[in-house]
Nanobody
Framework: QVQLVESGGGSVQVGGSLRLSCAASEYVYSRSCMAWFRRAPGKEREGVAVIYTGIYATTDYADSVKGRFTISRDNVKNTMYLQMNSLKPEDTAMYYC???????????????????WGQGTQVTVSS
């Protein structure tokens, strides 16, 4: 059973930056959907960014974070990252990384595709 461990959360002021890391216990990236999700207090969990490999590595982002967040991975280190810049108070949430087997043709957009989840790391943005 693959395990995912997030780190890098914390408290930051508006406009600041954080980089989240998601370390996998074994190599999972080659045929997997990998993504960052977040859950803010009183809200449902939402997808933030996804990365997967078909012919090429593909990334996608929620509209609310496009241009500010960047998802990436280091296959040697079995680690996925989320660089978050220009943070806003509405980015405050618990952030989770997740993985799941990618079916042919999938763009990894469904939460149901993700079967392994980390424990979460808190991000708090204050004004």
């Amino acid at each position: 059973q693959v395990q995912l461990v997030e780190s890098g959360g914390g408290s930051v002021q508006v406009g600041g930056s954080l980089r989240l890391s998601c370390a996998a216990s074994e190599y999972v990236y080659s045929r997997s959907c990998m993504a960052w999700f977040r859950r803010a207090p009183g809200k449902e969990r939402e997808g933030v960014a996804v990365i997967y490999t078909g012919i090429y590595a593909t990334t996608d982002y929620a509209d609310s974070v496009k241009g500010r967040f960047t998802i990436s991975r280091d296959n040697v280190k079995n680690t996925m990252y989320l660089q978050m810049n220009s943070l806003k108070p509405e980015d405050t949430a618990m952030y989770y990384c997740a993985s799941g087997a990618r079916r042919s043709g999938s763009i990894c957009s469904l939460q149901s595709e993700y079967t392994t989840w980390g424990q979460g790391t808190q991000v708090t943005v204050s004004s």
